[in-house]
Nanobody
Framework: QVQIVESGGGLVQSGGSLRLSCTASGNIYHVYSMEWWRQGPEAERDFVASITSGGSTNYADSVKGRFTISGDNAKNTVYLQMNNLQPDDTAVYYC??????????????WGQGTRVTVSS
């Protein structure tokens, strides 16, 4: 069984920073990539950032230059450093692991989410 657990959300003022963490654990054979998604109030779930096991990163245009994704392969952990947060960044942030539990497999596993609230 695979578990994805996020932490680090909270309340911050506009212009402030937060760092989210996400750890994948359990019966994991290989981590292909890990991603952050978010869902704001009355909004769809949107892609935020991703990182592959090789370190390649990708960002949504709305967060480029403000958010940085990084990872620790040894710990199956990914971080999302969020700077210059704005009220529009208010959302529940979800971590997604694209993992294989045995050779030749790959599935997406979602965490429960961590809430980020940015006050103006």
């Amino acid at each position: 069984q695979v578990q994805i657990v996020e932490s680090g959300g909270g309340l911050v003022q506009s212009g402030g920073s937060l760092r989210l963490s996400c750890t994948a654990s359990g019966n994991i054979y290989h981590v292909y990539s890990m991603e952050w998604w978010r869902q704001g109030p009355e909004a769809e779930r949107d892609f935020v950032a991703s990182i592959t096991s090789g370190g390649s990163t990708n960002y949504a245009d709305s967060v480029k230059g403000r958010f940085t994704i990084s990872g620790d392969n040894a710990k199956n952990t990914v971080y999302l450093q969020m700077n210059n947060l704005q009220p529009d960044d208010t959302a529940v942030y979800y971590c997604v692991g694209r993992l294989g539990v045995r050779p030749g497999t790959s599935n997406h596993y979602w965490g429960q989410g961590t809430r980020v609230t940015v006050s103006s």
